[in-house]
């Protein structure tokens, strides 16, 4: 185990990474703040007098290439993601890159091929993977899927009369997605992501986690939309197991935004906001398990935790923003999703210290059924994994 933290480069200091990547990255104790980079000088001069960048540039190339710099974080959007991971390749430097992948297949399979070539370890920010609490749900419902051990007291009415029937014990997953769009930048839909929109930008999060969960290979794909706000997915795959996705736009950050259900040999894991996990069926997993939240406002509101503890601390932060007619104050207690694990987890795997964390071939998975999704809607028709 190396204990010498490894010196990170930021390229694209947005709200992501100023939010996110450039406050982790300066935090952890695996890394170091080595560069930033991006093209405006109030982010750098935010990166460097409040996160302690030790480097500023506005040109990637110094960045990449400085002897000194071990490791890449590509937090630009999707429309610049090629030139970098070549720049990274080109001198054999890992990188994690953010989600989504690329803004086209065809950019997709690209870096792919340059990630393929050069080797270099690469990791794609589909950080919910990353959370404490999908990592130990993923566990739970893995291992009882793997080898299930008998529920005592699953309801079985036939019993040895019981027919065998096609289907027995698959997986089924259900993901949905409470969002609300006025929250979101105006580029999320401009003309120019309209051919592809949230079901690329933010459901590869969702392909992924299916894809992690159900530990199989998406075979077919159907998808309806309506506007560019409300989706319903449906994915099959090779092995009979089924996922849906709905994704609504015109929901309320006052309520959880994500509710993730796998069921499956008798048995259901449900993960709540990634502030709870709830088993039932499973021999010896626990009930419920609570998760720590991030930049709680509120510590003395909620003190029970998990799901209706959060739920009385976003009651109050909303409370006081409809007060001071200040609508940032209703964040407070975050689910942890992973971010800073992320990075943490890339740098054991890039020393070989740790799992691969969400691969190049994790990512284009996910990001084919976003294609498929999409060219599903738009078609209205079922749509081959081949195909895309
Ligand atoms: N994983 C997550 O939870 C999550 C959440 C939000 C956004 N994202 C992803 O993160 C990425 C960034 O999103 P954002 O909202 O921060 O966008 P943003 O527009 O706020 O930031 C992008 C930054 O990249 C910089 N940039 C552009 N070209 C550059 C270049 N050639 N060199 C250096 N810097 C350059 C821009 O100046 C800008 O500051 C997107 O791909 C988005 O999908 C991921």
Partial sequence: MSDTPMNFAVIG?????????????????????????DLSDDALAECK???????????????????DVEAICIATTEKMRIPLIEAAAKVGKPVYCEKPLARTLEEMYEIRKIVHESNIPFCVGHNRRSSPAMIEAH????????????????????????????????????????DDWYS?????????????????????????????????????VVALESGRLNHGVVIRYRG????????????????PKELYEMFGQGAAVVVDHMLEVR??????????????????????????GGLPGWLAKKRAACKEAADAGDSSLIFTAE?????????????????GEGPVVCSVDDAVAATR????????????????????
């Fill in 335 to 351: 689910p942890d999703k992973g971010h800073a694990h992320a990075i943490d987890r890339f740098v054991d795997e890039i020393r």
């Fill in 184 to 220: 979101w930048k105006a580029w999320g839909m401009c003309a120019e992501t309209a051919d592809y929109g949230a079901m690329l930008f933010e459901m590869t999060h969702f392909t992924d986690l299916c894809n992690w969960f159900l530990a199989g290979e998406p075979e077919e």
């Fill in 13 to 37: 200091c947005g709200m992501l990474a100023r939010m996110m990547h450039v406050p982790n990255i300066a935090a952890s104790p695996k890394t170091v703040l080595h560069t930033c980079c």
């Fill in 369 to 388: 059924v976003a294609f498929a999704a999409i060219r599903a809607a738009k078609e209205h028709r079922a749509v081959k994994l081949d195909e895309v």
């Fill in 49 to 67: 007098d409040m996160h302690g960048a030790l480097h500023i540039t506005k040109d990637y190339h110094t960045a990449i290439d400085d002897p």
């Fill in 279 to 304: 088993t039932a069926g499973i021999e010896g997993a626990p009930d419920r398990i609570t998760y720590p939240m991030l930049k709680d406002r509120h510590p003395k509101i909620g003190t029970e």
């Fill in 139 to 178: 566990r739970i419902f893995r291992r009882h899927m793997d080898t299930p051990q008998p529920c005592p007291w699953r309801y079985d009415r036939e019993g040895a009369n019981r027919p065998p029937i096609e289907g027995d014990g698959v997986a089924g997953m259900s993901v949905r997605i409470n």
């Fill in 240 to 255: 009979g197991e089924i996922a849906t996705i709905l994704m609504v736009g015109n929901g309320t950050f006052g309520y």
